[in-house]
């Protein structure tokens, strides 16, 4: 028994990295979509976003049934609340990059990314999908220092959104009244995405060290402390 138990353990974190990979997938593609007004793509994350709420939905029922059938305790047991957790965050995600797919297919044949904000938005978008990719790595890993790099990613996001609200706000910007609401929403989706991802991350380090108060802090000091413990660095995403 104790041997099945542990199996359905494993199999909850496996079906966590299942769904990371298909919100990775869907990030990158609502991106791609909502660059280049690709309206096949953008429908085909718009439909797949089901897949994702599916599996997040059966991941719970799994677990509530460990919890109910095995009352696990210690680690065994915040295994257990992090894929509850964890689980809604990814779902959240897919609803963000689907978000984003929808913007595109709104303004289509038109491009929904606002004149002097491509660059931004392009960038934007490969943060998030990097960022995906790292908490793929995480999930199956569980390397903290995969952990660290989202954070710092996550970063890198915040700077890039602050920088859309400045350009929408300013004296110069001469964008309708459309184009000003698609680059407020857009930028929100793709930073909302990083967010949750940060989310996964401080539940990935109560996951190892069973302190419910994780920051973002405690993540960097939490990836240092495991450093001693693994030869070589994470692997970088496209690898």
Do not use: C
């Amino acid at each position: 028994m104790r041997e099945v138990f542990h199996q359905s353990l494993e199999e909850l974190q496996s079906r966590l990295a299942q769904i990371a990979d298909l919100v990775s997938d869907a990030i990158e593609k609502a991106t791609m979509a909502f660059a280049s007004s690709d309206v096949a793509l953008a429908e085909e994350v718009i439909a797949n976003d089901a897949l994702i709420d599916e599996l997040a939905v059966a991941l719970d029922e799994q677990a509530i049934e460990i919890l109910a059938r095995q009352q696990p305790v210690a680690r065994d047991l915040r295994i257990v609340i992090t894929a509850l957790r964890v689980s809604a965050s990814l779902e959240r995600m897919g609803d963000m990059a689907e978000h984003i797919a929808q913007l595109a297919r709104l303004r289509f044949p038109e491009r929904a990314i606002p004149k002097g904000l491509k660059g931004t938005f392009r960038r934007m978008g490969e943060l998030d999908v990097e960022i995906s990719r790292t908490l793929a790595q995480l999930l199956r890993t569980q390397d903290l220092r995969f952990a660290d790099a989202i954070r710092n990613a996550d970063d890198d996001v915040d700077e890039l959104h602050a920088s859309v609200f400045e350009k929408v706000l300013s004296d110069n910007w001469k964008g309708e009244a459309t184009a000003t609401v698609d680059a407020t929403l857009a930028s929100r989706y793709h930073e909302r995405f990083a967010d949750h991802a940060v989310a996964v991350a401080k539940k990935v380090v109560y996951l190892a060290t069973g302190d419910w108060a994780v920051d973002e802090d405690d993540i960097a000091q939490a990836a240092l402390a495991a450093e001693p413990e693994a030869s070589d660095s994470p692997a970088s995403p496209e690898s």
